[in-house]
């Protein structure tokens, strides 16, 4: 079913009416601008549409083509980057970080297993030392500011959301063992083989297409801002350590800049296109993405203890994944 009723655009199988009916309630009735919604089953595509805006203060509509930031939505396409090293045999999740990045392993974090910076459980959540202007553009920098900076907390004992951090961590390991960048490996082993419009370090030719970011009020009852904002020097605070980058969101240096844990820049399409193999036990259309056993690790919770350190709120990971769980209600939860 081809529909252009109001301002969406796309295609929509009649099975699925209602979802096409809540984005158009979304654009009219709940301050929407633009968005893209994609549902994939059994890897056939049954909805794929778009509509609204891409500016607020311009009419140019937001068109099939139209990408825009994913901001932590990256974090998943990182995450496969490195369970494809590991199903390849290339990378062992439970060898010492310090086999692949030996620098890695100053002040204290000799024994972190690889497993533990998808997790969360590291501790190097955040940089306690101010990155310079633009820095998050440089990998190198980046990753020796993480090299020195000692962990949080004992590694393993909590988890706590590695906001940022996440990109160059795993940008790192993923250079170490590849050889390649992420955004580039991310690119000839993922987005290329399966013909999606997904980017980590987009090319100057498509900047073009990107919707801005509008920056939506932060919700100051949520306990990670209350924490924010009554301390300057807390762990929360310094989640945006992040050398401008998200001041510069809307920049052209921060949509170039391979920051593979809030840059990632794609549509719902492009999501949809990178998780559809993994939903079909990591193989479709002749593309293989992960084996079996990746794929069983990549669905198991191996962070559950409880609150999360940063967010201040229950949380539980598998390796690189959020799993499901009821946070919206605010919880007693210590600082780290």
């Given at each position: 079913m081809k529909t252009g009723k109001g301002s969406i655009q796309g295609h929509c199988d009649p099975k699925f009416h209602a979802v096409r009916d809540e984005l158009e309630k979304n654009l009219q009735e709940r301050d929407e601008l633009g968005a893209s919604v994609c549902v994939s089953i059994g890897g056939e595509t049954v909805v794929d549409l778009w509509g609204g805006k891409v500016r607020a203060d311009a009419p140019d509509p937001w068109e099939k083509d139209t990408i825009s930031v994913v901001w932590s939505c990256t974090k998943g396409a990182a995450a496969l980057c490195m369970h494809i090293l590991a199903s390849r045999g290339q990378l062992d999740l439970d060898a010492p970080v310090v086999k692949y990045w030996p620098e890695l392993g100053a002040a204290g974090k000799e024994n972190i297993p690889v497993r533990m910076l998808l997790n969360h459980q590291s501790g190097v959540a955040v940089l306690q030392t101010p990155v310079p202007a633009?820095?998050?553009?440089?990998?190198?920098?980046?990753?020796?500011?993480?090299?020195?900076?000692?962990?949080?907390?004992?590694?393993?004992?909590?988890?706590?959301?590695h906001a940022l951090m996440f990109a160059w961590l795993l940008g790192e390991m993923v250079r170490r063992v590849s050889g390649r960048t992420i955004g580039?490996?991310?690119?000839e082993e993922v987005a290329g083989p399966l013909g999606l419009d997904f980017w980590i370090g987009l090319p100057e030719e498509h900047e073009a297409r990107v919707a801005p970011v509008i920056m939506p009020a932060p919700d100051m009852e949520s306990p990670f801002f209350k924490a924010l904002m009554s301390d300057p020097?807390?762990?929360?605070?310094?989640?945006?350590?992040?050398?401008?980058?998200t001041a510069q969101v809307n920049e052209r240096a921060a949509h170039a800049a391979e920051v593979a844990s809030a840059m990632g820049i794609t549509n719902a399409r492009g999501l949809v296109g990178m998780y559809a193999p993994l939903a079909c036990g990591g193989k479709l259309k002749g593309v293989s993405l992960v084996n079996n056993d990746s794929l069983a690790r990549m669905i198991s919770t191996s962070s559950s203890t409880g609150a999360d350190a940063v967010l201040l709120l229950p949380m539980r990971f598998s390796l690189?994944?959020?799993?499901s769980i009821d946070n919206r209600?605010?919880?007693?939860?210590r600082r780290a």
């Open positions: 633009g820095g998050f553009a440089d990998p190198t920098l980046m990753a020796s500011m993480l090299a020195a900076q000692a962990p949080l907390w004992a590694p393993g004992t909590r988890h706590g959301y580039t490996f991310f690119r020097t807390s762990t929360q605070a310094l989640v945006y350590n992040d050398g401008g980058l690189g994944y959020m799993k209600r605010p919880v007693g939860c």
